[in-house]
């Protein structure tokens, strides 16, 4: 089965920016999704089909993907950003849909 | 606008059953498809399944084959996964998700539901 790779952690401090990885073999060939999940809530898309962002969520997230790699990248971050944040990819070999493990991203 | 409302939380013994429904609302419920996802406390996000509203096709997980079976009730707009023979690994916060599109594939979830919290104990 497909397996997505996250850290399980990732610290940055306010106004910098937070780079989360998630690697999978030849992750560059799907379509990554990002979510974010705050305690208690259910997740919210931040990135979709890579680099697409829904109505309402800031400029400040992006998203790129190639190689054995896709990336959420925040910019300028905020305490707000303190959450967790998982990636999703179609794996057609199964017809499965998949999540990474998780990282989370503590504001310093 | 757009809602899942699940029911809601369950407390089950060991080896019962359980049913969770997803109220949709704001949109045409046959138009697209709705996923499930399951989290276990203090873990990650597990794909469970997807079912077809418009013709009640289904695609389960590897996991969960044999245990899940996920309906619909167009009458009503409502989704329903049902777990059978639980164990305690089954106790977790489970989610309906509405795709960002029609049609398959489409797997950006950008409308969730609450989340229905079913615990498994003796």
């Known amino acids: 089965s497909y397996v997505l790779t996250q850290p399980p952690s990732v610290s940055v401090a306010p106004g910098q920016t937070a780079r989360i990885p998630c690697g999978g073999s030849?992750?560059?060939?799907?379509?990554v999704h990002w979510y974010r999940q705050r305690p208690g809530l259910a997740p919210v898309l931040v990135v979709y089909d890579d680099s697409d962002r829904p109505s309402g969520i800031p400029e400040r997230f992006s998203g790129s993907n190639s190689g054995h790699t896709a990336t959420l990248t925040i910019s300028r971050v905020e305490a707000g950003d303190e959450a967790d944040y998982y990636c999703q990819v179609w794996d057609t070999s199964r017809d499965h849909r998949v999540f990474g493990g998780g990282t989370r991203l503590t504001v310093l | 606008q757009v809602q899942l409302v699940q029911s809601g939380a369950e407390v089950r013994k060991p080896g019962a059953s359980v049913k969770v429904s997803c109220d949709t609302s704001g949109y045409t419920f046959t138009g697209y498809y709705i996923h499930w996802v399951r989290q276990a406390p203090g873990q990650g996000l597990e794909w469970m399944g997807w079912i077809n509203p418009n013709n009640g096709r289904t695609n389960y997980a590897q996991n969960f084959l044999g245990r899940v079976t996920m309906t619909s009730d167009t009458s009503i707009s409502t989704a329903y996964l049902e777990l059978s023979r639980l164990t305690s690994d089954d106790t977790a916060m489970y989610y309906c998700a509405r795709p960002l599109c029609g049609g398959d594939p489409c797997d950006a979830y950008d409308i969730w539901g609450q989340g229905t919290m079913v615990t498994v104990s003796s």
């Open positions: 030849y992750i560059g060939s799907k379509s």
